[in-house]
């Protein structure tokens, strides 16, 4: 009797194992990647021009280039990397915004979404698309890396962290952010152990190396967000160093990121403080 009840147990285990390694991974691109793909001609937003840079061989990404002064370039440049369900026109509104506050935008598609070729497959795509981004700024703009402001919306956030981390930068702005993938994963499936959660291809590991970032850190979250916990843009901050700023806006829903919501005045302010 308990030579099969410990049999029975071993095969319940090994099954809801083989489910786990393979639904995991599935649940995780389910949860990080959605890419809407261009399927008609668009003409760049007015006041932007259509600009496009290669991030690997043979993977061409697509952005939408802001200028604030078409007679000279703006002190600092805003590259703005977006949430994951949707494109550069989805994301215009708000950065057409930031641009009339005085600042130049890149606003730019990760590979596979838009007009952009290839195919995002985990954070190493992500991040070598957002230095791309950066690579095209400070090579063909001529922008100063330290006068990049990073501003990252929820899936973007972690591209901006990272690319804070990494490079020299005016600030850095995170808007709905994840803490990390398993934060995520736990919010959205808690009965799945934890342990389970290092099967995920990408960490997003925001919280753990925000500490690092090499320019003032500001997160934005909106109390009632139903994505991604607000606790999660907490814990960000928290993990953060001075100088830092938390702007919880209360009702605040996930969709901060794709308008011109009010936290846009106060993420210019903050980028354009004076830094000793």
């Known amino acids: 009797m308990i030579g099969h009840t410990f049999r ?23 949860i990080t990647f959605r890419p809407r793909v261009a399927t008609y001609t668009w003409t760049a937003p ?81 991040f070598a698309d957002g230095r791309a981004a950066l ?54 499936y808690p009965w799945l152990p934890e342990p389970f959660h290092a099967l995920t291809r990408s960490r997003f590991d925001t919280v753990g190396k925000i500490g690092r970032a090499r320019c003032p850190v500001m997160v934005v979250h909106g109390d009632r967000d139903e994505i991604i916990g607000v606790e999660q843009g907490r814990a960000v901050h928290a993990a953060a160093r001075e100088p830092k700023r938390l702007m919880i806006i209360p009702g605040g829903t996930h969709w901060l990121g794709r308008s011109d919501s009010d936290h846009l005045g106060a993420a210019a302010a903050f980028i354009r403080e004076p830094r000793s």
């Open 8 to 30: 029975l147990l071993t095969f319940v285990a090994l099954l809801f194992g083989g489910i786990a390694f393979v639904g995991v991974p599935a649940l995780e691109r389910h």
């Open 135 to 188: 690579d095209y700024l400070v090579r063909v703009r001529g922008v100063p890396a330290g006068s990049v402001a990073h501003y990252g919306y929820s899936l973007g956030s972690a591209v901006a962290a990272e690319l804070s981390v990494n490079h020299p930068c005016r600030a850095v702005v995170l808007v709905a952010p994840l803490a990390s993938i398993s934060a995520q994963v736990a919010a959205m």
């Open 46 to 126: 007015s006041g932007a021009e259509d600009v496009f840079f290669e991030s690997a061989p043979g993977v061409t990404l697509h952005a939408w280039y802001w200028r604030a002064n078409k007679d000279r370039p703006a002190p600092i440049t805003v590259l703005y990397a977006h949430g994951n369900a949707g494109h550069v026109q989805r994301f215009s509104p708000a950065a057409a915004h930031i641009a009339s506050l005085g600042f130049d935008v890149l606003l730019y598609d990760y590979r596979g979404y838009g007009r952009s070729g290839g195919e995002s497959e985990d954070e190493k795509t992500l």
